[in-house]
């Protein structure tokens, strides 16, 4: 038996809303079925029938291009229905509460929601309101967690370097308030990395960032040293309250990764971000677009990595995977 939310009575996954909870079997269950969906001569992804009859709802309540598109696209490649729900033109602009929604859209025989919402807790509390048969995927909640996008930087950093257990991680920049590091950071030590760093100015780390399982450096040019993959993060303007920097060009003269800075790093580095990019200001342009750079792949990969654990959550459900 088990008291996490997220898992059945047997373990296997029902909702993905965090990290947290879950264990390295099941993470590594989550990558290598993903694989399984990759065709290794071309990298390609399979179309399967795995969700053929299921019915899933894209719900997203803030903005996104790579997440709602790589969402939609693995969805389409399990053979489900997919529908993307346009708040800004739903009756939630009228009045109609969160949970009103689900009630109406639960009515019309849906198997999944996945979420993105500015509020912390937006999907778990839909994943504790609806109906039993339903799975509830987090694909974004405020602060809080980004689990799928973690496991898409997972899958793209075991393609590039195997092993997780000797690897060195870096988290750049503005760590307070993004979802992404949080679920990273999680993710990256629940695999066994040896080391995850934080890179960051003291205004944007949260208050004991080290009890999250992280060592701390204010220095880029230090904090790069010995490290095998550079997470970068992009300042989250919209979430900020007060200012909490001097401005872009300073940030970007101490924090911003050019060529030069990431000469610091392992020679076989590679470069992350989970994006949207902001050039020049977190990453030079011609870090992001050189050879050490996986952005891209990171993108791509989020149709197979989202494929899983859209396949996994669907077990309890009579889905074989
Ligand atoms: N990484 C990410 O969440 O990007 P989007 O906001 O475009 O979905």
Redesign the pocket.
Known sequence: MTNNIQLNSDGKLKHFLSIEGLDQTLLTEILDTAASFVNPSDGQIKKVPLLRGKTIVNLFFE??????TTFELAAKRLSADVLNMNITTSSTAKGESLLDTIRNLEAMFVDMFVVRHAISGAAHFIAQQTAQHISVINA?DGQHA?PT?AMLDMFTIRQHKGDFSKLRVAVIGDILHSR?ARSEIQALNTLGVAEVRVIAPKTLLPAKVETLGVTVCHDLKQGLADIDVVMMLRLQKERMTSALLPGESEYFKCFGLTEEKLLYAKPDAIVMH???INRGVEIDSKVADGKQSVILQQVSNGIAVRMAIMAMAMQHNGVNV
């Open positions: 903005n996104s291009t790579r997440t709602l974004g980004h996008q992404v989970p994006g949207p």
